[in-house]
Structure formats: structure tokens, C-alpha cells
Nanobody
């Protein structure tokens, strides 16, 4: 079974920084796109940033220039460095990875359990 485990959330003042990590574990044969999504109370889950295995990135307009996504393919881990945080960034952050388990011929999406980020003004 493939699992995604996130860490790094917490409470920070506006203007501060946090770094999220997400490690995929299990019988993994390949990992394709990995990324981060977030969901604030009463709102739909939205894309924050994604990164292809080859390094191509995609960011939500609201985080461009403040957040940086990176990954370590050897560790099946994706990171999100969040700088200049704003109260509007407050949300539960979810890791997502498109993974092909070794016991399957097809890749599928997996989600982490979520980590809370709260930015105080």
C-alpha cells in the first residue's frame, strides 16, 4: 500500500515562513507528478503547486514568487517552501502524488492526510 505522510505545518505570523514535506512510501515503482493542494474552511480544494518528475513546475497565481516547490526523486519526497505567508494562506494543505505501485500496471493519485497551516495577522 502506498502512503503519503506530510509534516511541517503550524502557526506562523504574517510575513513568516514554513516548509512542508511529504514522503511517499510503500512498494513504489515510479512517481510522476507530485504537488500540493489546499482547502480553507468553506472553500473548495485548490491547487497550490505541482512538479513533474523532470522538474517542470506549475503554481497558483496567488503563491507565485512566494512559494517554491521542490522534490527529491530518490526519496519520493516533495517539499513546499512558503515565504511571506499571508492570513489568506491559512488552510489545510494536502500532498498529492501520481504513483505507480509495483503491484499495479497503472498509476493512480494518492493523497496525504493534510497538515494545517495557520497564518495570524
Amino acid at each position: 500500500q502506498v502512503q503519503l505522510v506530510e509534516s511541517g505545518g503550524g502557526l506562523v505570523q504574517a510575513g513568516g515562513s514554513l516548509r512542508l514535506s511529504c514522503a511517499a512510501s510503500g512498494r513504489i515503482c515510479s512517481t510522476n507528478v507530485m504537488g500540493w493542494y489546499r482547502q480553507a474552511p468553506g472553500k473548495q480544494r485548490e491547487l497550490v503547486a505541482t512538479m513533474q518528475r523532470a522538474g517542470n513546475t506549475n503554481y497558483a497565481d496567488s503563491v507565485k514568487g512566494r512559494f517554491t516547490i521542490s522534490r527529491d526523486n530518490a526519496k519520493n519526497t516533495v517539499y513546499l517552501q512558503m515565504n511571506r505567508l499571508e492570513p489568506e494562506d491559512t488552510a489545510a494543505y494536502y500532498c498529492n502524488a501520481n504513483v505507480r505501485p509495483c503491484y499495479s500496471t497503472a498509476p493512480r493519485d494518492y493523497w496525504g492526510q493534510g497538515t494545517q497551516v495557520t497564518v495570524s495577522s
